[in-house]
């Protein structure tokens, strides 16, 4: 499986963004994705993930109210809407995906990424 994370970009606190995560492969159903982050001088950290069907969704407490993922297996696309943006969730962000049923917030886990999109929350 490949990953392609798309939609990162220079937003003013209070503002929204949605990310896409685009993968090739027929098995895309298969795996469970997740959202990272990290930013700069920080460890990399878990922020939403969904299982194999959609059914599942998990979310950082953080985000929590703020965020949303979703995902289309006929498109093979995952989505991470983000609205209420503050200077906090300024960072890189990654889609990764696992075998795993779903939510792991180990990114250890996670057998494929994709390279990552720049998210800057400005205040």
């Known amino acids: 499986v490949q990953l392609q994370a798309s939609g990162g970009g220079l937003v003013q606190a209070g503002g929204s963004l949605r990310l896409s995560c685009a993968a090739s492969?027929?098995?895309?159903?298969?795996?469970?994705v997740g959202w990272f982050r990290q930013a700069p001088g920080k460890v990399r950290e878990f922020v939403a993930g969904i299982s194999r069907r959609g059914s599942s969704t998990y979310l950082q407490d953080s985000v929590k109210g703020r965020f949303t993922i979703s995902r289309d297996n006929a498109k093979n696309t995952v989505d991470l809407q983000m609205n209420s943006l503050i200077p906090e969730d300024t960072a890189v962000y990654y889609c990764?995906?696992?075998?795993?049923?779903?939510?792991?917030?180990?990114?250890?886990?996670?057998?494929?990424w994709g390279q990552g999109t720049l998210v800057t929350v400005s205040s």
């Open positions: 990764a995906a696992s075998l795993t049923s779903g939510g792991e917030v180990v990114a250890g886990v996670y057998d494929y």
């Open positions: 492969g027929r098995t895309f159903s298969s795996y469970a």
